[in-house]
């Protein structure tokens, strides 16, 4: 996995290059490239090699999620929005290069991110292509990332049922997984049938994925997970274990595990270790 | 010309229906139907129509290329950046819903654009499509909007060269004027000759849109314009009028609408009417 995003850093690195005016691209670039666990990507390769793809074949797509994310961090940290000053241990895009360029980072990321899968994919048929843009382009508007952080951003300070809190996570999370092993298979010559099975395995980790987060903002140190720990509990944020208690919490996190194995049942199981190790990964990971 | 803008506004009306979330798509449909002029989509279409293509080919891409331009004036109105409160007569987004849900308007808008395109484009080829969105995507990042929003913000205040007044222009205005035009030849079915001789006449009228802009805001009233008459002179702005005298903006004016029609002197002139017209349009609008 550390090779995979290794690729994935340098495919990043060169889809941004240092070039006139300098200011915007370094502003992209500082996010862009500040090192997460580029999560998206290696899901995205890894679905697409299930089914038979090389990597090649879905980089630009894994790329383009990686820019679709960093987007919605650049634009969600700003003052107007939750106001954060960290990210990923690293001062924020306005702190750093100012509100304005902040924004226009988020904008020339996103935009880059259809116009890199569009332009850069080879060896896939335009078909495939389109199919692909048209997922992605779904997963951040008003049916995907924007859509959560709305109902998130209106939600604060208030109570908060459990429909509502899956509708945040499912929109600002899982949406994005989901696109990330969908346009995976896609690209990797996938067919209908196959795609529709990887998008329930997608859904499961998706939501497991912000459960396993919920959980451990009440379980561990700030320490242990190198970010303000307690911080959903403090803010009265809507979170699983709130709603349901930790152990409840912790056996939904088990059923979700389950049900992402499930999705993977019909494919073959030493191609599918990748996939199925990643959603015990994401099960069991302590920070 | 009234007849494909309301076309256009039926079109785009039915791309952002007023569904849960509520808010964002409110916010996304006030300022898309505001009532501008649709000078992108109509251009677009008009471009179809002289390579032989029909007005449904390039529908999608005429709203998207609307959605993007709304995207790009929702973004730039916002307090870090021009913090204006009126646009098209009426308050800015930010006004009316809040800085939090303008930009996330704008962040809906931009990846409709794509996934409108990619979506509901019909009896256009695979391999156009993706040409065309590839297209579009180079009109907003770090060569598109965005480089020219970055420069526009440097300059403030600043002495501003010639060239480095019609780099902003090129890249606030004129890129998306292009990409209307050329992405209506693509989905129109255009050779790649036709499809560059018309990127030129694109070019020109592109300038002239943004010079004439520049002799409005000095000419004319607040009310006449719809919008804060005289601002760039107020915040110092470089514009056409400031840096060659009113005089010679209007001969520059000149120069390029005869430029423009240089571009279009290939095609059947009967059928190059709309084309011919619209740059007229643009040399001699009131507002």
Redesign the interface.
Known sequence: MINKANQVNKALDEA?PL???Q???EA?RYSLLAGGKRVRPILCIASCELVGGDEGLAMPAACALEM?HT?SLI?DD?P??DNDDLRRGKPTSHKIF????A??????????A???V??NTKNV???R???A??E???????K????G???D??SEGKEVSLSTLEYIHVHKTAKLLEAAVVCGAIMGGADATSVERLRKYARSIGLLFQVVDDILDVTKSSEELGKTAGKDLASDKATYPKLMGIDEAKKFAAQLVDEANQGLAFFDHVKAAPLYHFANYIATRQN
């Open positions: 941004v070039q006139h005016p200011k915007i691209n992209m679709i987007m634009h700003l107007c929005m100012g509100e304005d360029t924004v226009l980072a988020g904008d020339a990321l996103l935009s880059l259809f116009e890199h569009a332009r048929s335009s078909d292509v389109v199919q843009i048209a992605l382009g779904s997963t951040v508007g008003s995907g990332l924007v859509a952080q709305i109902v951003i209106d």
